[in-house]
């Protein structure tokens, strides 16, 4: 994912306040304006030189820091930072420069990594500040279309030294709310995270998917194993696989279904030798031989 360019300063106007969103039911959960996490005034944004270029508000000519700020990470490289607006919403990461007319909504997935950390100004003192990790991709499978940020949010030095926890557990909720698209097939190439059936069936497979049927003509599911009587879920695999995972066979009702009377029933021993004649004698149920 990319970062979004945007050249029109957001307002609090543009969002709905956590608080007032927590307070009433809103009419639909998908429509509406965002809802507003966190606001931060006059922070300081820095990334290192190397990478301006990357986001709009860090031009590739930018400056070094100023006394403001640390000139130099923890690898002694320079540098360059921005006088921002931090919005922390339900949609998007954003941050708006007064001095470069420019801002960027940042996907939250492209956040790979935040954490609170403590920056040292070149008096001396130190504060904490919210470290990132921002990675985006134009969709290529190469390094080269790959772009890694190091984006440090530092508080105004009016604000409380609380107010870095409060943006970070803002970060973090909102990312939540968009979890990495990747991640699932990431978890599902060591193994299958549900149960496949092989051999015949009397459902058409659908192509391209492994385990996947199609429904019934008349619009229904499919069982997932016949004598199952329905679909397999993690409440109720227990009825159906031992703890070796092997298939459990179901009640004799269901597996004698259609065979006709008498299918499935244990027969006394008198019965049996009734019909077939006793020492070998042909009973009454069987043909007469034909000399």
Known sequence: MLATTIRTPPSVDDYI?????????PESFSDGKPVLHFHLKEAVATIPKSQCGVLAIFPSDSPAAGDNAASTNGDNEQLVEQTVVVFVNSEHFTIFSEKT?????IPYPSISIHAVKQVSARDGTSSPAIWMQLEFSDGGADDDDFSTVELTIVPASGESNHT???????IANCSNLHPDPAGGDEEQEDGYDRIVFEG????????????????????????PMPGSGGWITAENVHE?????????????EDETEGLGDGAGRTRPREEAEDERGVNGDDGESKRPRVE
């Open 17 to 25: 306040p956590l608080s007032e969103y927590e307070s009433q039911t």
């Open 101 to 105: 007319e420019s801002g960027v909504t």
């Open 164 to 170: 870095a926890q409060q943006l970070y557990d803002a």
């Open 200 to 223: 015949n069936t009397d459902q058409e497979a659908v192509e391209g998917f492994t385990g996947v049927l199609r429904g019934t003509a008349d619009g229904g599911l499919p069982p």
């Open 240 to 252: 159906h696989f031992d703890e070796d995972g092997n298939w459990i066979r179901g009640d004799a």
